[in-house]
């Protein structure tokens, strides 16, 4: 059974770091496109960064190029956002997605919340 475990949200100040993590079950973490995708509170879906099944090409959305980095360690079924300098504006529910246009497959989300 397909399953995306995200940890790792939180509330937090604007300025400081989260680092968001998406445990994989189920299917063959190596072979899949691995998104984030978020949702401010009253808005729509916003992607937010994608990265490739090895790891060697990732893409940010413009919104958090320079802040945010995407991550994954295929040996140790790991994908991990690296949030820093997060603004109001990052407050979210974020979302881990396999295969994202395809096969998709989404987790249950993690909360960050930017608030001083």
């Known amino acids: 059974q397909v399953q995306l475990v995200e940890s790792g949200g939180g509330l937090v100040q604007p300025g400081k770091s989260l680092r968001l993590s998406c445990a994989p079950f189920?299917?063959?973490?190596?072979?899949?496109?691995m998104t984030w995708v978020r949702q401010a509170p009253g808005k729509g879906l916003e992607w937010v960064s994608r990265?490739?099944?090895?790891?060697?090409?990732?893409w940010l959305a413009d919104s958090v190029k320079g802040r945010f980095t995407i991550s994954r360690d295929n040996a140790k079924n790991t994908l991990v956002l690296q949030m820093n300098s997060l603004t109001v504006e990052d407050t979210a529910l974020y979302y881990c997605?396999?295969?994202?246009?395809?096969?998709?497959?989404w987790g249950q989300g993690t909360q960050v919340i930017v608030s001083s």
């Open positions: 997605v396999k295969d994202l246009g395809g096969d998709d497959f």
């Open positions: 189920g299917f063959t973490f190596s072979s899949a496109w």
């Open positions: 990265i490739d099944s090895d790891g060697g090409r990732a």
